[in-house]
């Protein structure tokens, strides 16, 4: 056969928003189908794919078999098609294909396998050359023609292989695929005129093969579709107030035209004829013309053919992935759904019965059973009207509801709606137990501007118009106070028994590889305990740190959070302690992180010292008008991966636990932990707790803490040069000589000529005392104008790492430096002048 230049579009990958219009030959797409490309996959693998990673698999790139409007692969959009393509994907598992359009077909083809093809169940692609190029309708025609030679009952096809815009996945096959192609090319290519010329009318759609009066629900039926009329708001009101026909009339009037039958309608836009169906008593439309924006393999509602029709333009760029409610062209219909008067009429209908709707009073089967009918079965029942209440709501003399803040509060108590929005007593601010429940969808947990902005709107909207901002959030915040809860409470106090198996004191042992020490068992068991006596008990004393020092992965974090989840937090840094940032993010949390302490400075060592030393926090919260109080009710946790120290002060330690891990605990790491475990050592910490358990170390334990704290001091290089400037001789006239002679001795041990006879001591002596700008000045030989706090702050830091060195707390005035604090040597304490 000839061959002729055919137009395609190719893609990478069907998630291409653009396709690169192109040519082929028939001898180049041959050769594609005999060099398919090959997946590394077994047939076994592929078939335990989920359906989203075969996707990914079979996304070898595609092509359409024609050319494509601005590059755009969607209805409409067709300008030719070069050939036909036909995915034939339940074929009887006893018929050869091949042989089969070998015997049957007089024109030229190639058929090859699909990804997915077995023996047990055949998948075939089917490419039919054609003499010349179609139209989008021309090719609807065609193709279901050529189907019906196939297989007259087109039962071998995907119904929707028909549509002209649809692409196929180039050739591929699996490493033990059953991969198969034939061609027969030395027939003549297909003449499209011939086939249509077997219609009397081929832009009937009606005559086409595959399509009856009731073609549409063989793709959605009653069943699956749900009624338009029931959707939520002005898209309901929309399509209560528009069947399809009065929509057309309406709003589409120049888009489609009345068919052969009331059921059909002809888009005006094509070539083909009555490919509008018309079902569900009006309410759905399905298009089967080629050309129609809205013949799209689905039944559409007024609102979205109308929507479809007047703004599906505005989806040209919309990503894939977007939700439906918010492409453009819905906003865009909403908008106009809105300001339609007959929806808005039908919508107004709705509001006016609205609160009947909503409450609709419960039956004698579904009263709720008391106390007393359980006990006195022979006692007649009486069950009250529970929507009772809303004739206690005041009215206006037109029957609108007056705004009184008793209005509002018995709203927000009985609506069933809204009755579930509580106070957290745990996060000091309002909840939703049953989002649900509401009538709008949450942006993120908790309580937000967004919900309150709902809120007025749907008390707005059900109780007719009814809107003041202020008095509602003071009815809200009383009646959500008077339904309070407390999470982590009701979790533990919903607890299993402990079972009497010891966890809780080896935990960091058994999971994060920490040593087996009494200490490491004390300071994890008392962690945990103290967490759940602030639980009950807030504002407990109680400042101590676990801290848990190892390498990055160890799980370090995972072990907090795995036991608190969802009370827990790794966002709190010490940046946040400067304000009340801090002590916002201790809010509703059981176990808040402090991480990466390596590096703190002294200046900021106190801060933290002091926060994490509260018992309480005192702050206005966002958007408050008064300054709360609030006890702590959870612990502070750290963690770090610094191996050489993490703590720069050299005092003021005993607040942190150190405690060291490598994450190779016996019992696997934590997310090995399951729930049961844990509930389980929540129970053991509550039976400790029960017992009494202290929560601060004394004895033995507290001499472990302070040696793995010193331990945990941060190493500082410069400890060693300051350990020798302090232990060198110095001359009995030291104090005498000047910045730059003082250097030069502790540099060379030898002083300049004319020194070396001042004053009457000849002797050499070691220094009992010296103050930080010596150091500075004289060790590091610097100026001491240029020494700044953080400086002072680390010399002190490093003095404190020296054996045998002390402050004394005093001031002393000092040749060169005037005025300033005294470290003295222990061995040779003395009474240091002021």
Same mark, same amino acid.
């Given at each position: 056969?000839?061959?002729?230049?055919?137009?395609?579009?190719?893609?990478?990958?069907? !998630?291409?928003?653009?396709?690169?219009?192109? /040519?082929?030959? @028939?001898?180049?797409?041959?050769?594609?189908?005999?060099?398919?490309?090959?997946?590394?996959?077994?047939?076994?693998?592929?078939?335990? @794919?989920?359906?989203?990673?075969?996707?990914?698999?079979? &996304?070898?790139?595609?092509?359409?078999?024609?050319?494509?409007? /601005?590059?755009?692969?969607?209805?409409?959009?067709?300008?030719?098609?070069?050939?036909?393509?036909?995915?034939?994907?339940?074929?009887?598992?006893?018929?050869?294909?091949?042989?089969?359009?070998?015997?049957?077909?007089?024109?030229? *083809?190639?058929?090859?396998?699909?990804?997915?093809?077995?023996? &047990?169940?055949?998948?075939?692609?089917?490419?039919?050359?054609?003499?010349?190029?179609?139209?989008?309708?021309?090719?609807?025609?065609?193709? =279901?023609?050529?189907?019906?030679?196939?297989?007259?009952?087109?039962?071998?096809?995907?119904?929707?292989?028909?549509?002209?815009?649809?692409?196929?996945? *180039?050739?591929?096959?699996?490493?033990?695929?059953?991969?198969?192609?034939?061609?027969?090319?030395?027939?003549?290519?297909?003449?499209?005129? &011939?086939?249509?010329?077997?219609?009397?009318?081929?832009?009937?759609?009606?005559?086409?093969?595959?399509?009856?009066?009731?073609?549409?629900?063989?793709?959605?039926?009653?069943?699956?579709?749900?009624?338009?009329?029931?959707?939520?708001?002005?898209?309901?009101?929309?399509?209560?107030?528009?069947?399809?026909?009065?929509?057309?009339?309406?709003?589409?009037?120049?888009?489609?035209?009345?068919?052969?039958?009331?059921?059909? %309608?002809?888009?005006?836009?094509?070539?083909?004829?009555?490919?509008?169906?018309?079902?569900?008593?009006?309410?759905?439309?399905?298009?089967?013309?080629?050309?129609?924006?809205?013949?799209?393999?689905? +039944?559409? +509602?007024?609102?979205?053919?109308?929507?479809?029709?007047?703004?599906?333009? #505005?989806?040209?760029?919309?990503?894939?992935?977007?939700?439906?409610?918010?492409?453009? +062209?819905?906003?865009?219909?909403?908008?106009?759904?809105?300001?339609?008067?007959?929806?808005?009429?039908?919508?107004?209908?709705?509001?006016?019965?609205?609160?009947?709707?909503?409450?609709?009073?419960?039956?004698?089967?579904?009263?709720?059973?008391?106390?007393?009918?359980?006990?006195?079965?022979?006692?007649?029942? !009486?069950?009250?009207?529970?929507?009772?209440?809303?004739?206690?709501?005041?009215?206006?003399?037109?029957?609108?509801?007056?705004?009184?803040?008793?209005?509002?509060?018995?709203?927000?108590?009985?609506?069933?709606?809204?009755? /579930?929005?509580?106070?957290?007593?745990?996060?000091?601010?309002?909840?939703?137990?049953?989002?649900?429940?509401?009538?709008?969808?949450?942006?993120?947990?908790?309580?937000?501007?967004?919900?309150?902005?709902?809120?007025?709107? /749907?008390?707005?909207?059900?109780?007719?118009?009814?809107?003041?901002?202020?008095?509602?959030?003071?009815?809200?915040?009383?009646?959500?106070?008077? =339904?309070?809860?407390?999470?982590?409470?009701?979790?533990?106090?919903?607890?299993?028994?402990?079972?009497?198996?010891?966890?809780?004191?080896?935990?960091?042992?058994?999971? @994060?590889?920490?040593?087996?020490?009494?200490? !490491?068992?004390?300071?994890? =068991?008392?962690?945990?305990?103290?967490?759940?006596?602030?639980?009950?008990?807030?504002?407990?004393?109680?400042?101590?740190?676990?801290?848990?020092?190892?390498?990055?992965?160890?799980?370090?974090?995972?072990?907090?959070?795995?036991?608190?989840?969802?009370?827990?937090?790794?966002?709190?840094?010490?940046?946040?302690?400067?304000?009340?940032?801090?002590?916002?993010?201790?809010?509703?949390?059981?176990?808040?992180?402090?991480?990466?302490?390596?590096?703190?400075?002294?200046?900021?060592?106190?801060?933290?010292?002091?926060?994490?030393? =509260?018992?309480?926090?005192?702050?206005?919260?966002?958007?408050?008008?008064?300054?709360?109080?609030?006890?702590?009710?959870?612990?502070?946790?750290?963690?770090?991966?610094? &191996?050489?120290?993490?703590?720069?002060? !050299?005092?003021?330690?005993?607040?942190?636990?150190?405690?060291?891990?490598?994450?190779?605990?016996?019992?696997?790491?934590?997310?090995?932990?399951?729930?049961?475990?844990?509930?389980?050592? *929540?129970?053991?910490?509550?039976?400790?707790?029960?017992?009494?358990?202290?929560?601060?170390?004394?004895?033995?334990? @507290?001499?472990?803490?302070?040696?793995?704290?010193?331990?945990?001091?941060?190493?500082?290089?410069?400890?060693?040069?300051?350990?020798?400037? #302090?232990?060198?001789?110095?001359?009995?006239?030291?104090?005498?000589?000047?910045?730059?002679?003082?250097?030069?001795?502790?540099?060379?041990?030898?002083?300049?000529?004319? %020194?070396?006879?001042?004053?009457?001591?000849?002797?050499?002596?070691?220094?009992?005392?010296?103050?930080?700008?010596?150091?500075?000045?004289?060790?590091?030989?610097?100026?001491?104008?240029?020494?700044?706090?953080?400086?002072?702050?680390?010399?002190?830091?490093?003095?404190?790492?020296?054996?045998?060195?002390?402050? +004394?707390?005093?001031?002393?005035?000092?040749?060169?430096?005037?005025?300033?604090?005294?470290?003295?040597?222990?061995?040779?304490?003395?009474?240091?002048?002021?």
């Amino acid at each position: 056969m000839k061959n002729r230049e055919l137009k395609i579009a190719t893609a990478t990958t069907r !998630t291409s928003s653009r396709w690169a219009n192109t /040519h082929t030959t @028939l001898q180049d797409l041959t050769a594609k189908a005999y060099d398919p490309t090959t997946i590394n996959l077994t047939q076994t693998e592929y078939q335990k @794919l989920p359906k989203s990673e075969k996707d990914k698999h079979k &996304d070898v790139g595609g092509f359409v078999a024609g050319h494509l409007k /601005h590059g755009r692969r969607r209805k409409g959009h067709i300008l030719t098609r070069s050939f036909i393509t036909l995915d034939l994907d339940s074929i009887p598992q006893n018929i050869d294909l091949p042989g089969n359009l070998a015997d049957t077909v007089p024109y030229a *083809w190639l058929a090859h396998t699909t990804l997915s093809h077995t023996t &047990d169940s055949p998948r075939w692609r089917i490419w039919v050359w054609l003499q010349r190029d179609v139209t989008a309708d021309e090719y609807c025609a065609v193709a =279901r023609r050529v189907a019906q030679d196939i297989n007259p009952g087109l039962a071998w096809f995907d119904p929707t292989t028909f549509e002209p815009e649809r692409f196929f996945y *180039w050739p591929a096959t699996l490493t033990d695929g059953d991969y198969q192609s034939h061609v027969s090319s030395k027939k003549d290519a297909l003449n499209p005129d &011939d086939y249509l010329d077997r219609y009397d009318t081929w832009q009937d759609v009606t005559t086409w093969p595959g399509i009856t009066p009731d073609d549409a629900e063989a793709y959605e039926t009653k069943g699956k579709l749900d009624d338009p009329r029931d959707k939520p708001g002005m898209l309901g009101a929309f399509n209560r107030a528009y069947t399809i026909p009065k929509a057309i009339k309406a709003f589409l009037h120049e888009v489609y035209k009345p068919g052969t039958t009331t059921s059909r %309608y002809t888009y005006t836009g094509g070539t083909s004829s009555n490919g509008l169906i018309i079902y569900n008593g009006g309410y759905y439309a399905y298009s089967q013309h080629a050309t129609d924006p809205a013949a799209d393999g689905h +039944s559409h +509602s007024a609102f979205d053919l109308v929507r479809i029709h007047k703004y599906g333009d #505005l989806d040209t760029d919309t990503p894939a992935g977007t939700p439906a409610n918010k492409h453009p +062209s819905y906003l865009a219909m909403m908008e106009f759904a809105n300001n339609d008067p007959g929806t808005r009429t039908e919508n107004a209908k709705q509001t006016a019965e609205k609160i009947n709707d909503v409450f609709q009073p419960i039956t004698q089967t579904e009263a709720p059973t008391t106390k007393e009918t359980t006990e006195d079965p022979k006692k007649e029942e !009486t069950v009250s009207d529970p929507y009772a209440w809303l004739q206690e709501l005041e009215t206006q003399k037109d029957g609108a509801f007056k705004d009184t803040i008793g209005n509002f509060e018995l709203i927000l108590t009985h609506d069933p709606r809204f009755n /579930h929005i509580a106070w957290n007593s745990h996060a000091n601010r309002l909840e939703v137990q049953d989002p649900q429940a509401l009538p709008w969808k949450q942006v993120s947990p908790g309580w937000t501007d967004n919900d309150e902005a709902q809120l007025k709107i /749907h008390i707005a909207r059900t109780y007719q118009g009814l809107y003041a901002p202020t008095k509602m959030n003071d009815a809200l915040l009383a009646t959500a106070t008077a =339904r309070a809860f407390h999470p982590v409470r009701d979790y533990f106090n919903h607890l299993p028994p402990w079972d009497g198996t010891p966890r809780l004191d080896t935990l960091l042992i058994d999971t @994060l590889g920490a040593d087996d020490t009494d200490y !490491t068992r004390a300071v994890t =068991r008392k962690t945990f305990v103290a967490a759940h006596r602030r639980t009950f008990w807030p504002g407990t004393k109680f400042d101590q740190v676990l801290t848990l020092v190892g390498p990055q992965g160890a799980g370090k974090s995972t072990i907090f959070n795995r036991m608190a989840d969802p009370w827990f937090s790794d966002s709190l840094t010490i940046t946040d302690m400067k304000d009340k940032t801090a002590a916002e993010k201790l809010a509703g949390n059981l176990i808040v992180e402090l991480s990466e302490l390596a590096g703190m400075r002294k200046a900021e060592a106190e801060p933290v010292k002091g926060f994490i030393s =509260r018992t309480e926090d005192k702050y206005r919260p966002a958007y408050g008008r008064n300054v709360h109080t609030y006890p702590r009710q959870g612990i502070i946790v750290g963690s770090t991966n610094a &191996d050489e120290g993490f703590l720069r002060d !050299t005092t003021g330690n005993r607040r942190w636990w150190p405690v060291h891990v490598t994450g190779q605990g016996w019992l696997g790491n934590p997310h090995t932990l399951d729930q049961n475990t844990i509930d389980q050592l *929540w129970a053991e910490a509550r039976t400790r707790d029960h017992e009494g358990e202290k929560l601060y170390l004394t004895g033995d334990l @507290l001499h472990a803490a302070e040696h793995i704290q010193a331990e945990s001091v941060e190493a500082d290089d410069r400890v060693g040069i300051v350990q020798e400037y #302090l232990d060198k001789t110095l001359p009995d006239n030291w104090d005498m000589l000047p910045l730059g002679v003082r250097r030069i001795w502790l540099d060379e041990e030898t002083l300049p000529e004319q %020194y070396r006879q001042v004053g009457t001591k000849t002797g050499f002596s070691q220094r009992v005392n010296v103050s930080k700008i010596e150091i500075w000045a004289e060790c590091f030989g610097r100026d001491p104008e240029n020494m700044r706090k953080i400086d002072a702050y680390e010399i002190t830091a490093i003095i404190g790492q020296i054996d045998g060195w002390e402050d +004394s707390g005093v001031q002393r005035r000092l040749p060169i430096y005037g005025k300033q604090r005294i470290f003295q040597r222990v061995e040779m304490r003395m009474n240091v002048p002021a």
